[in-house]
């Protein structure tokens, strides 16, 4: 396709790729640097995978053993992070799939071309997890996304407002009543340990990584990952709703141009962020033992995880809103330095920079968590994880982090795409016109 600042027409005969991807100049802070901080929670709410040796109580999910710090640690991560991080991943994920559908039908192809590209992308998406999973991380959440947005790009990106609102209600419906309600029946009535099924399996067992046989290893992680993948991926109603909400307000370009929805971001990032943290704590506290409940509760299908999970999508809302409100203040700060006559100075500063140039690169960034995480820590690989505590590995993982914005800062700087993005972007835009 020539270069041109004018589109060329739509019709059915466009081609799937109207144009490659977004280019530098195109590119806003918000959503680089919420993707560069979401790494950061990811690898924190991951840790309790690799502490293979500790032993974990009725949620599976959290060790109950370890020092005063490691049971801080622990209080913190449930409270704010756990089943928090991954509705803000969702929500990044819906908003980034309406800008590639928007970026292409902008650019003269058609709606059901955009949708096509979607399609491809999911599918490679798909792959590069299932890849993920059978070398390094049973937890992929890459799969699970691609299956959900084959789904949702099929049905609702070429949709209205009033349809991508609806639908996400309609999932937040279906959580509620699947549930939410039922757990908030069992809190009224007094009966906590009613339905739950206590102690659930510990998530080290089927994420694999206190299996000192890689083969075995390998296994148990690709069924974890069929299952994560095919279940959130269809019937995940949660993550459903953020992507769709997601999409909404991609169509309003909220991250790009968060200075026309600040009374939205601050409301979202309050409300969103109590209604999280307050869902979190009855969690937090049963597990550290400052409230006795019965051990049902705090098991899979419980009244406890099922609040906890739930409020976490407020939680992932309301992150979200705090880094577009974050990043806003890094835009006005630097209007005011370069009208001052501070000029390049003014700018974002260094970390922030960096941690955006980590969210340009989120895939490979996510990736390279895995492959300083799993080989390390795992019986199959070093085995370093039956050392570590809640607050040792809780900084080895902040470490880990440290390294890929360190990594993605020089990438940054040379002008190099990540390697994960390079990859992907040639396997997607194949088709592209070239110089688009």
Known sequence: ?????????????????????????????????????????????????????????????????????????????IATLDLRTYPLFAFLFGYGMMRLHQRQTEAGASPRAGVALLRRRSLWLVAFGSVHAFLLMAGDITGCYGVASLLLGWLFVRRGDRVL??????????????????????????????????????????????????????GTRMATWAFVTLGGGLLGFGGHAMMLLGCWAARRRVLERPSAHLPLLRRTAVAGVAVGWSGGLPSALGHVGAWHVPAD??????????????????????????????????????????????????????????????????????????????????????????HLSSATMAAYACGVWLVTVVAADACERAGLPGPAETVLRRLVYRRSARGG
């Not at 600042?5 to 991807?21: E, H, I, K, L, Y």
């Not at 639908?167 to 739950?196: D, H, I, K, N, Y």
């Not at 809302?317 to 006559?341: I, P, T």
């Open 1 to 77: 396709m020539p270069d041109s600042p004018t589109p060329a027409p739509r019709s059915p005969a466009s081609p799937t790729v109207a144009r490659g991807p977004v280019r530098p100049g195109e590119r806003a802070l918000a959503p680089d640097l919420a993707r560069g901080a979401m790494l950061l929670l990811i690898v924190l709410s991951n840790t309790g995978f690799h502490l293979w040796a500790a032993r974990h109580g009725a949620s599976g999910w959290q060790p109950v053993d370890g020092s005063a710090v490691d049971r801080a640690v622990q209080f913190a991560m």
């Open 165 to 218: 609102l609806l639908a996400a209600g309609g999932a937040l419906a279906l959580l509620f009543l699947t549930s939410t309600l039922p757990a908030l029946v069992e809190v009224l009535a007094g009966e906590l340990g009613r339905s739950g099924d206590a102690p659930s399996e510990p998530t080290t067992e089927v994420y694999a990584s206190g299996e000192p046989d890689r083969l075995a290893a390998a």
């Open 297 to 386: 509760a705090m098991a899979e299908g419980g009244a406890l995880p099922a609040l906890h999970e739930a409020t976490g999508l407020g939680a992932g809302l309301g992150y979200v809103a705090l880094f577009a409100l974050f990043a806003h203040r890094v835009a006005v700060r630097a209007e005011h330095a370069r009208a001052a006559g501070a000029g390049a100075a003014g700018g974002p500063g260094r970390v922030v920079r960096a941690v955006a140039a980590l969210g340009k690169r989120s895939l490979s960034g996510y990736l390279a968590h895995s492959l300083l995480f799993a080989p390390v820590l795992a019986a199959w690989g070093l085995g370093l994880g039956r």
